[in-house]
Protein backbone atom coordinates (compact mmCIF):
# COMPACT_ATOMS: atom_id res chain seq x y z
CA UNK A 1 0.00 0.00 0.00
CA UNK A 2 2.61 2.50 0.30
CA UNK A 3 3.66 2.78 -2.99
CA UNK A 4 0.28 4.43 -3.93
CA UNK A 5 1.08 6.81 -0.90
CA UNK A 6 3.96 7.84 -1.82
CA UNK A 7 2.27 8.28 -5.62
CA UNK A 8 -0.12 10.33 -3.95
CA UNK A 9 2.12 12.56 -2.14
CA UNK A 10 4.31 12.75 -5.20
CA UNK A 11 0.84 14.06 -6.97
CA UNK A 12 -0.50 16.58 -3.73
CA UNK A 13 3.20 18.22 -3.89
CA UNK A 14 3.20 18.69 -7.35
CA UNK A 15 1.85 21.79 -7.77
CA UNK A 16 -0.14 24.33 -5.71
CA UNK A 17 -3.79 23.37 -6.12
CA UNK A 18 -4.58 19.28 -6.98
CA UNK A 19 -7.91 17.71 -7.17
CA UNK A 20 -8.61 13.99 -7.50
CA UNK A 21 -11.29 13.83 -9.44
CA UNK A 22 -13.48 12.12 -11.66
CA UNK A 23 -12.77 13.32 -15.55
CA UNK A 24 -10.55 16.19 -16.45
CA UNK A 25 -10.50 19.75 -15.70
CA UNK A 26 -12.07 19.91 -19.30
CA UNK A 27 -14.16 17.36 -19.47
CA UNK A 28 -15.49 16.48 -15.91
CA UNK A 29 -17.45 12.90 -15.50
CA UNK A 30 -19.24 13.71 -12.24
CA UNK A 31 -21.18 16.85 -11.08
CA UNK A 32 -19.69 17.42 -7.90
CA UNK A 33 -15.77 17.29 -9.70
CA UNK A 34 -17.52 19.45 -12.18
CA UNK A 35 -18.52 21.88 -9.47
CA UNK A 36 -15.21 21.98 -8.42
CA UNK A 37 -13.65 22.41 -11.40
CA UNK A 38 -16.02 25.40 -12.20
CA UNK A 39 -15.50 27.15 -9.20
CA UNK A 40 -11.29 26.87 -9.17
CA UNK A 41 -11.78 28.44 -12.89
CA UNK A 42 -14.04 31.01 -11.96
CA UNK A 43 -11.57 32.14 -9.74
CA UNK A 44 -8.87 31.68 -12.33
CA UNK A 45 -6.76 29.02 -9.70
CA UNK A 46 -4.82 26.91 -11.81
CA UNK A 47 -4.78 23.54 -10.43
CA UNK A 48 -4.23 20.06 -11.54
CA UNK A 49 -6.76 17.43 -12.05
CA UNK A 50 -5.79 14.13 -11.29
CA UNK A 51 -8.22 11.22 -13.01
CA UNK A 52 -9.21 8.89 -10.47
CA UNK A 53 -11.36 6.96 -13.17
CA UNK A 54 -8.28 6.00 -15.07
CA UNK A 55 -6.53 4.82 -11.75
CA UNK A 56 -8.77 2.59 -9.67
CA UNK A 57 -5.11 1.91 -7.04
CA UNK A 58 -5.26 6.13 -6.29
CA UNK A 59 -8.74 6.23 -6.59
CA UNK A 60 -9.00 3.76 -3.71
CA UNK A 61 -5.80 5.06 -2.10
CA UNK A 62 -6.96 8.49 -1.54
CA UNK A 63 -9.75 7.63 -0.02
CA UNK A 64 -7.81 6.08 3.06
CA UNK A 65 -5.08 8.45 2.24
CA UNK A 66 -7.03 11.42 3.64
CA UNK A 67 -10.09 9.85 5.70
CA UNK A 68 -12.68 11.27 3.22
CA UNK A 69 -14.99 8.04 1.82
CA UNK A 70 -15.67 10.36 -1.78
CA UNK A 71 -14.04 12.17 -4.92
CA UNK A 72 -13.76 14.95 -5.42
CA UNK A 73 -10.90 16.07 -3.03
CA UNK A 74 -9.26 19.57 -3.04
CA UNK A 75 -5.59 19.82 -1.91
CA UNK A 76 -4.26 23.07 -1.47
CA UNK A 77 -0.50 23.25 -0.90
CA UNK A 78 -0.04 19.25 0.36
CA UNK A 79 -3.21 20.20 2.51
CA UNK A 80 -6.40 18.58 2.18
CA UNK A 81 -8.94 21.19 2.01
CA UNK A 82 -12.55 18.89 1.61
CA UNK A 83 -14.89 17.92 -0.99
CA UNK A 84 -17.28 19.55 -3.07
CA UNK A 85 -19.52 20.31 -0.83
CA UNK A 86 -17.00 22.00 1.52
CA UNK A 87 -15.27 23.69 -1.02
CA UNK A 88 -18.44 25.36 -2.63
CA UNK A 89 -19.70 26.30 1.10
CA UNK A 90 -15.62 28.52 1.74
CA UNK A 91 -16.29 29.39 -2.01
CA UNK A 92 -19.65 31.05 -1.55
CA UNK A 93 -18.25 32.36 2.38
CA UNK A 94 -15.20 34.14 0.75
CA UNK A 95 -13.10 31.45 3.34
CA UNK A 96 -11.55 29.71 0.45
CA UNK A 97 -10.54 32.82 -1.66
CA UNK A 98 -8.96 33.87 1.83
CA UNK A 99 -7.35 30.30 1.93
CA UNK A 100 -5.44 30.61 -1.43
CA UNK A 101 -4.53 34.14 -0.49
CA UNK A 102 -2.83 32.82 2.86
CA UNK A 103 -1.01 30.31 0.90
CA UNK A 104 -0.11 33.10 -1.49
CA UNK A 105 -2.17 31.36 -4.52
CA UNK A 106 -3.11 34.32 -6.79
CA UNK A 107 -7.07 34.56 -7.68
CA UNK A 108 -8.06 36.58 -10.35
CA UNK A 109 -11.28 37.99 -9.55
CA UNK A 110 -11.63 39.89 -6.27
CA UNK A 111 -14.42 37.82 -5.21
CA UNK A 112 -16.22 38.74 -2.22
CA UNK B 1 -28.80 -1.65 -2.81
CA UNK B 2 -29.75 2.55 -2.34
CA UNK B 3 -30.05 3.58 1.20
CA UNK B 4 -33.43 4.72 2.69
CA UNK B 5 -33.72 8.20 4.50
CA UNK B 6 -34.89 6.73 7.44
CA UNK B 7 -31.91 4.57 7.61
CA UNK B 8 -29.08 7.59 7.23
CA UNK B 9 -31.31 9.31 9.72
CA UNK B 10 -31.13 6.33 12.22
CA UNK B 11 -27.55 5.74 11.45
CA UNK B 12 -26.55 9.34 12.38
CA UNK B 13 -28.15 10.09 15.22
CA UNK B 14 -26.46 6.56 16.66
CA UNK B 15 -23.52 8.17 16.72
CA UNK B 16 -24.62 11.46 17.08
CA UNK B 17 -27.61 11.02 19.92
CA UNK B 18 -28.49 15.26 20.35
CA UNK B 19 -28.17 15.47 16.72
CA UNK B 20 -31.06 17.40 14.50
CA UNK B 21 -30.77 15.61 11.00
CA UNK B 22 -32.89 16.91 8.07
CA UNK B 23 -32.44 14.89 4.92
CA UNK B 24 -33.95 15.46 1.46
CA UNK B 25 -33.72 13.39 -0.99
CA UNK B 26 -32.26 15.04 -4.25
CA UNK B 27 -33.20 12.52 -7.25
CA UNK B 28 -35.51 10.20 -5.68
CA UNK B 29 -33.20 7.18 -6.54
CA UNK B 30 -31.95 6.64 -2.92
CA UNK B 31 -28.40 7.34 -4.03
CA UNK B 32 -28.76 11.29 -3.87
CA UNK B 33 -29.65 12.83 -0.65
CA UNK B 34 -28.56 15.71 0.76
CA UNK B 35 -28.18 16.28 5.15
CA UNK B 36 -28.21 18.89 7.34
CA UNK B 37 -27.08 18.08 10.97
CA UNK B 38 -26.27 19.94 13.89
CA UNK B 39 -24.67 18.54 16.80
CA UNK B 40 -23.31 20.17 19.86
CA UNK B 41 -20.30 17.54 19.29
CA UNK B 42 -19.59 19.64 16.47
CA UNK B 43 -18.14 22.23 18.53
CA UNK B 44 -14.73 23.16 17.91
CA UNK B 45 -14.49 20.79 14.77
CA UNK B 46 -13.25 22.07 11.37
CA UNK B 47 -15.81 21.41 8.33
CA UNK B 48 -13.42 18.72 7.44
CA UNK B 49 -13.51 16.98 10.53
CA UNK B 50 -17.09 17.47 11.17
CA UNK B 51 -18.18 15.84 7.62
CA UNK B 52 -15.96 13.25 8.97
CA UNK B 53 -18.02 12.17 11.81
CA UNK B 54 -20.72 12.12 9.79
CA UNK B 55 -19.33 9.73 6.99
CA UNK B 56 -17.86 7.70 10.29
CA UNK B 57 -21.70 7.38 11.33
CA UNK B 58 -22.61 6.04 7.96
CA UNK B 59 -20.09 3.15 8.70
CA UNK B 60 -18.43 3.03 5.33
CA UNK B 61 -21.42 3.36 3.01
CA UNK B 62 -20.72 6.93 1.92
CA UNK B 63 -19.02 6.16 -1.64
CA UNK B 64 -20.31 2.44 -1.65
CA UNK B 65 -24.32 2.36 -1.55
CA UNK B 66 -24.76 5.92 -0.87
CA UNK B 67 -23.20 7.82 -3.76
CA UNK B 68 -24.09 11.11 -2.73
CA UNK B 69 -24.46 12.63 0.65
CA UNK B 70 -24.37 16.64 -0.06
CA UNK B 71 -23.60 17.32 3.99
CA UNK B 72 -24.10 20.75 6.43
CA UNK B 73 -23.39 20.65 9.31
CA UNK B 74 -23.05 22.76 12.37
CA UNK B 75 -23.71 23.19 16.10
CA UNK B 76 -26.44 24.38 17.62
CA UNK B 77 -27.03 27.71 18.43
CA UNK B 78 -26.18 28.73 22.14
Not at chain 1, 51 to 62: C, H, T
Not at chain 1, 78 to 87: A, K, S
Not at chain 2, 3 to 20: F, K, V
Not at chain 2, 55 to 76: C, D, F, N, S
Amino acid sequence: MTDVNSRIETEIQSQDVVVFMKGTPQFPMCGFSGQVAQILNYLGVPFKGVNVLEDMEIREGIKAYSQWPTIPQVYVKGEFVGGCDITREMFQSGELQQLLSEKGIATSTAAA
Amino acid sequence: MPMDAREIEAMIRQALPDATVEIRDLAGDGDHYAATVVSAAFKGKSRVQQHQMVYGALQGRMGGVLHALALTTGVPQE
